[in-house]
């Protein structure tokens, strides 16, 4: 089944506590992305990726790295998180670009 | 920059009654438009897209015209159901496909 998995679904951390919220798909895709969804703000995105090795910053990209080292994986790692990056996070893939993009589940972040 | 203006939710309607959710966009250029669906604890699908001016798209009897003049991609359905609560968002690709940008999202409930 074609999917994007996303790991863990829910966290509650600390302010400052070093996190990777793991993305995988499936499908062969050389684009994707991450995006934060807040209320009343949509989705934002955070960080992309066109293919291996080539990543880029969206419009909220502060706090947070990336990497693509293999296809399939794109993880978020949040250095040292602090309480406004309590959100639902969204990894997503596509290919090619941004034509058609496939959705994770999503995984909700608490940072207290 | 590119940006996307949806009417705020939520929108309550009875089952079988005519649904419209307004997009308007700013962008430059020409770019491709979508309207992603997201149900409840789950991530956004696509649910239909245009990628020139007055195409339309459409699918599961929800349909949005790409219209140039008036930078507009409405939502509208004949008939809801129960199942089409969801929160719809309206978005839009930038000409390299690198960026979606998306609106705030509406949600809808549908009642009997």
């Known amino acids: 089944e074609a999917q994007v998995t996303q790991n863990p679904r829910y966290l509650i951390t600390v302010t400052g506590k070093k996190l990777t919220v793991t993305c995988s798909q499936n499908m062969n895709h050389e684009y994707m992305s991450w995006y934060r969804q807040d209320p009343g703000l949509g989705l934002r995105q955070i960080y992309y990726s066109m293919n291996v090795e080539v990543t880029d910053k969206g419009d909220v990209p502060e706090g947070y790295k990336v990497s693509r080292k293999e296809k399939r994986n794109f993880p978020l790692i949040l250095e040292s998180p602090s309480p406004n990056q309590t959100s639902l996070y969204f990894c997503?893939?596509?290919?090619?670009?941004?034509?058609?993009?496939?959705f994770g589940e999503g995984s909700r972040l608490t940072v207290l | 920059g590119d940006s996307v203006t949806q009417m705020e939710g939520p929108v309550t309607l009875s089952e079988e009654a005519f649904l419209t959710i307004n997009c308007t966009y700013t962008?430059?250029?020409?770019?491709?438009l979508f309207w992603y669906v997201q149900y409840p604890g789950e991530g956004l699908q696509l649910l239909l897209k245009a990628t020139k001016a007055d195409d339309k798209g459409s699918n599961k009897g929800f349909e949005a015209t790409y219209r140039k003049e008036t930078t507009s991609f409405h939502l509208e359905k004949g008939s809801v159901q129960v199942s089409d609560s969801a929160v719809y968002f309206c978005?839009?690709?930038?000409?390299?496909?690198?960026?979606?940008?998306f609106g705030t999202g509406t949600q809808l409930k549908v009642e009997l």
């Open positions: 978005a839009l690709s930038d000409r390299g496909g690198n960026k979606l940008t």
């Open positions: 962008a430059t250029g020409y770019p491709s």
């Open positions: 997503a893939s596509s290919l090619g670009s941004t034509n058609r993009l496939f």
